[in-house]
């Protein structure tokens, strides 16, 4: 790339964030990472740059509206331009509704869609003199029904998808692409290994989701042609019942 464009990951984890991160990388994106432990994301960025890359990786708090406000304000104005924003933190408990308390609830609710929020308006506040830009909020099952022991996950997801479609109908007029990819199935990682053995054994058969398989779509995504944008997808493997 002739100018330097940054992708923001919020919530780049070991899994699906890393590798969304490492994929856009490859194509000269400068990734921005954010966790709130920024000890977390030094192999990560460490990866990267062994591939050559550049990377900055943030500890900051994504609930927290001046720390996002600062994020983005910092990487705009030291980094680069934000070209790419990717909100893909995870909120996901299971409480019966008789003991989901309140605050059980409202932190769900903060970290799966506030943030969300707060980062979208953030860097929509940049994008938009420069009339492009890709904003990808992840969605999940719980995006789009509820099941028992998901009030507050479930609430959270589908306010976000809300988010989203409010946004993506405000923004795309503007040169601004907003997608909600929604990802519907177990992803391979040490989580699902360590707690569903028998879903990760299905890694064998292509039966979970690889999480560069799921970075190649949102990369996919963001190289659309503006006559063919897609809002919302869903990615799951070929042997998830839906």
């Known amino acids: 790339m002739n100018d330097p464009k940054a992708i923001l990951v919020i919530g780049a984890g070991d899994a699906t964030g890393g590798a969304i991160a490492r ?6 994106y400068i990734a921005c990472v954010t966790r709130r432990n920024a000890a977390q994301l030094e192999p990560l960025v460490a990866q990267i740059k062994s591939e050559g890359g550049e990377a900055h990786g943030f500890g900051s708090d994504a609930r927290k509206e001046e720390e996002m406000v600062a994020l983005v304000e910092k990487i705009e104005r030291e980094i680069a331009p934000i070209e790419v924003a990717v909100f893909n933190i995870g909120a996901n408990v299971r409480f019966g509704i008789t003991e989901t308390t309140a605050r059980v609830y409202f932190k769900v609710w903060e970290m799966a869609c506030f943030s969300g929020f707060l980062m979208g308006r953030e860097v929509a506040k940049a994008m938009l003199p420069r009339g492009r830009g890709t904003i990808l909020f992840t ?55 360590t707690n569903f053995p028998a879903r990760y054994a299905l890694k064998d058969q292509q039966g979970i989701l690889n999480p560069d398989s799921i970075a190649e779509a949102y990369w996919q995504i963001h190289m659309q042609p503006r006559d063919a944008w897609t809002h919302e997808t869903e990615l799951r493997p070929w042997l998830e019942a839906w």
């Open 139 to 193: 969605g999940a099952t719980a995006s789009l029904r509820g099941r028992d022991g998901f009030a507050a996950f479930s609430g959270a997801k589908q306010a976000l998808r809300a988010l989203a479609q409010s946004m993506a109908r405000e923004l795309w007029p503007k040169g601004i692409h907003v997608a909600h990819p929604v990802i519907d199935g177990a992803i391979d990682t040490e989580w699902i290994k």
């Open 23 to 28: 994929r856009f990388a490859r194509e000269g």
